[in-house]
């Protein structure tokens, strides 16, 4: 699939995917050489850029009638000092495309980062902590630290959604909580995953 070969509607459709459209061009020539070693998502939507369609208006409907009904999802409850506010206008209107693009297939990025120098801060303030007896401190402090940091300062990454009486709302959480997975190995060698909750 490649680009110049693609009529402007599957451009389009190919473009949706950003970064990943490697990644998709790389599962297309897999569903090209064999459509069942790729997963139904994906041959369904190989199968309309294959082909050209362009939406007729049903597509939104068939989309939306597939996305992940609420109904099936535990939502996050308001705390007594939370804030709510209806979701409604264009905001409700980009709920409904969120829903809705639940059914789109995905790809993930990733990207290296060195961390040398990271580690050799790290290393500084360990040795500094150790002469004091206070402990030291591991990339998931630092990685904790820098979420809670970014949390203070833009509020709204600590915002959750929520329906109550059928109505879609925002909840503005006035605390910050934070879940750390950490993994714990037992006596016996077998290992565990724990999740911590440091509460506001």
């Not at 190919?14 to 994906?42: I, R």
């Amino acid at each position: 699939m490649k680009s110049s070969d693609l009529t402007k509607e599957q451009k389009v459709e190919l473009e949706k995917f950003g970064a990943n459209t490697w990644f998709v061009e790389y599962l297309h020539k897999q569903y090209e050489e064999n459509p069942d070693g790729v997963s139904e998502q994906w041959q369904n939507f190989f199968g309309k850029v294959s082909s050209g369609k362009k939406s007729n208006g049903d597509e939104k409907n068939i989309m939306k009638e597939s996305a992940i009904p609420f109904s099936n999802v535990k939502l996050p409850e308001p705390q007594p000092d939370d804030r709510l506010q209806i979701i409604a206008g264009s905001a409700a209107k980009i709920l409904d495309n969120m829903n809705a693009s639940l059914t789109i297939p995905v790809a993930t990025s990733q990207r290296t980062l060195p961390v040398k120098l990271l580690e050799e801060n790290r290393t500084l303030i360990n040795h500094y902590l150790q002469k004091k007896n206070l402990g030291k401190i591991s990339f998931t402090h630092l990685i904790g630290w820098a979420i809670v940091k970014a949390i203070m300062t833009n509020r709204s990454m600590n915002n959750a959604f929520t329906i109550i009486n059928g109505k879609p709302n925002i909840i503005k959480r006035n605390k910050i909580n934070l879940g750390l997975a950490i993994d714990i190995e037992k006596k016996d060698g077998s290992r565990s995953l724990i999740v911590p909750n440091i509460k506001n």
